[in-house]
């Protein structure tokens, strides 16, 4: 039957090619002189087919609609519903939108090829659980996911060739499935055109895996957003999107805030609030998101955090505080990153003063913890150095005017009483903000 619907389909193709090359050039000034008037006339009118009516026939007990080649834009909602072959070849479709074809819940065809569709909606196929072949070809798709093809479980032949396929991330998920051995008719000699290095490569062949890299993954883009009602999102904000694959993530990116939102739902864990106006953190302001691993904050212009801002977050792990303004960090500041693995700092204007001191012996004491972008951008005579150099040559120097005003002396293990009073200061300015401090070393 597979074959015999092949056959006929190829027949139907031929049938409207050899129709066109005779006929084609009178017939369709015809219709566009007629569909102009039309349209000028009234634009509720439908536009389609004008003169040519859709053919629909039975052949081996199955019905079959025949509109190829009639200027058809739209999917008209009016044809019988129990056919089960739609030939809508060579029409001017661009677009398939959500519940194009659910009234026709029979189909097993559905030719779109010679179409110029260049998007096709996430539920576009929804009802068509009996389709078995689907043909795309000679169209302009570029991205396309397998979200689209959950509503056609039976699908057994699908082509998708000149096209000009973009094998970026996106098209993750199809190309995964184009691959699965069993699914060896979906797709076949679809190439890529973008980007250059995988142009001509067949869909089938390239490595899907290999398109993601691992910040796409969480591009909320390429993440499945949650259906409506699927997860009932607490967080009530028309600025924030939620998601929860492939973990909980608020993402708050460039929305123009001055302030950290409050009412976070308290299972985030990867929180983006970068490229926003925060200038200031507040004590406390992240108190109740405890799960939170991840925390961007880069590219705010932020000026001053609070020595209780981090307080609560106890597994934090990364945290991107890049492309700020920040000159130093108050004593106390990182106190409550137990967990923290990975700190950011490049991009601001760090200012090599005593002030310093404390986020470098703090790192210092911490050495798991990864950094990046420690560097003097202020007063001149540092700038370009390494914070660690800096407080290196304070010492080497040691002159009597850049002295703390401890009477101390630093002859050994300086550098560990210089932390071990930071650590006391810490706890002091901490306790000032009324929380409670476990001293870790
Ligand atoms: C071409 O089309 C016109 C009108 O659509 C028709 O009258 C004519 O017979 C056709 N000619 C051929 C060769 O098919
Ligand atoms: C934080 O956001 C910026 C810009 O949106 C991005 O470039 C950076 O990679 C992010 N950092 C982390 C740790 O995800
Ligand atoms: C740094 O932040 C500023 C705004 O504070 C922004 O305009 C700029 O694009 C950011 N730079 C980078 C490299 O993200």
Request: contains cysteine; hydrophobic residues 35%; proline residues 5%.
């Amino acid at each position: 039957m597979k074959v015999v619907t092949i056959i006929i389909l190829l027949f139907f193709c031929k049938a409207a090619y050899f129709r066109k090359t005779r006929n084609g050039s009178l017939r369709n000034k015809a219709n566009n002189g007629r569909a102009n008037s039309l349209r000028k006339a009234s634009s509720t009118i439908k536009r389609y087919a004008p003169g040519i009516p859709c053919d629909v026939y039975t052949y081996l007990h199955e019905k079959y609609i025949d509109c190829q080649e009639r200027k058809l834009t739209f999917v008209s909602r009016d044809w019988p519903e129990d056919l089960r072959h739609m030939l809508l070849a060579r029409n001017r479709i661009r677009k398939l939108k959500n519940n194009m074809f659910s009234k026709y819940k029979t189909l097993k065809s559905l030719d779109l090829q010679q179409n110029d569709i260049s998007k096709i909606e996430s539920e576009a196929f929804f009802g068509l659980n009996k389709l078995t072949t689907l043909l795309l070809q000679h169209n302009q798709i570029k991205i396309l996911s397998e979200e689209v093809f959950i509503y056609t479980p039976l699908l057994r032949y699908l082509r998708l060739y000149d096209n000009p396929w973009h094998c970026t991330c996106e098209m993750e998920t199809l190309i995964t499935m184009l691959q699965v051995p069993t699914n060896r008719n979906l797709g076949n000699y679809a190439k890529c055109v973008y980007p250059t290095e995988l142009k001509d490569q067949k869909l089938k062949q390239i490595k899907a895996e290999q398109l993601c890299s691992e910040d796409e993954r969480l591009d909320p883009k390429n993440i499945v957003v949650a259906k409506p009602g699927a997860v009932k999102p607490e967080f009530d904000s028309s600025l924030c999107h939620i998601y929860v694959f492939p973990i909980q993530t608020l993402d708050c990116k460039q929305k123009e805030l001055k302030k950290v939102p409050g009412n976070i739902p308290p299972d985030i864990v990867k929180l983006d609030l970068s490229n926003n106006k925060i200038k200031q953190l507040q004590a406390k302001e992240f108190e109740d998101v405890n799960e939170l691993k991840t925390l961007n904050l880069s590219s705010n212009g932020i000026v001053y955090i609070d020595p209780a801002a981090f307080s609560g977050l106890i597994n934090l792990e990364e945290l991107d505080l890049s492309n700020n303004t920040l000159q130093n960090f108050e004593y106390g500041v990182l106190e409550d990153l137990y967990f923290l693995k990975i700190l950011w700092l490049t991009e601001n204007p760090w200012r090599c003063d005593y002030n310093i001191h404390y986020l470098f012996y703090w790192l210092k004491h911490h050495y798991n913890v990864r950094y990046s972008g420690l560097e003097c951008k202020m007063p001149e005579e540092y700038k370009g150095w390494y914070v660690e150099k800096y407080v290196q040559s304070y010492y080497e120097e040691c002159p009597k005017d850049k002295l703390p005003i401890y009477p101390e002396t630093f002859e050994q293990d300086k550098e560990d009483e210089e932390w071990e009073r930071h650590k006391e200061q810490s706890v002091q300015t901490v306790k000032k903000h009324g929380v409670i401090v476990t001293v870790i070393g």
